[in-house]
Nanobody, 131 residues
């Protein structure tokens, strides 16, 4: 059973930085795609970023492009989300997600921002950005 555990959330000021971590266990992560989503109460879960573990290809939501960076530590089975130049609108609960069998090619990249592509989710970590 794949388990995902997020950490690193907290309070930051606008313009500041935070780094989220997602520790993964119970699976063979070399073939997975790992993503970050975020959600506020009463709103739909929003895609943030994704990385295919093999090859390291990435894709970002327009709202975070140039400010957020997704990366991984193979030895620790951990995915990170470095968040710089934070804005109050980045406030949300951030979730880590895993697609254990991502398709190859453009068809997957066209749907990788959709939550139904992902098989496992963490419990989430709160990020609050004050103005």
């Amino acid at each position: 059973q794949v388990q995902l555990e997020e950490s690193g959330g907290g309070l930051a000021q606008a313009g500041g930085s935070l780094r989220l971590s997602c520790a993964a266990s119970g699976g063979t992560f070399s073939s997975y795609a790992m993503a970050w989503f975020r959600q506020n109460p009463g709103k739909e879960r929003e895609f943030v970023a994704v990385m295919r573990w093999s090859g390291g290809d990435t894709f970002y939501a327009d709202s975070v492009k140039g400010r957020f960076t997704i990366s991984r530590d193979n030895a620790k089975n951990t995915v990170f989300l470095q968040m710089n130049n934070l804005k109050p609108e980045d406030t949300a609960v951030y979730y880590c997600a895993a697609d254990v069998n991502p398709r190859y090619g453009s068809s997957w990249w066209s749907t990788c921002s959709l939550s139904y592509e992902y098989d496992y989710w963490g419990q989430g970590t709160q990020v609050t950005v004050s103005s």
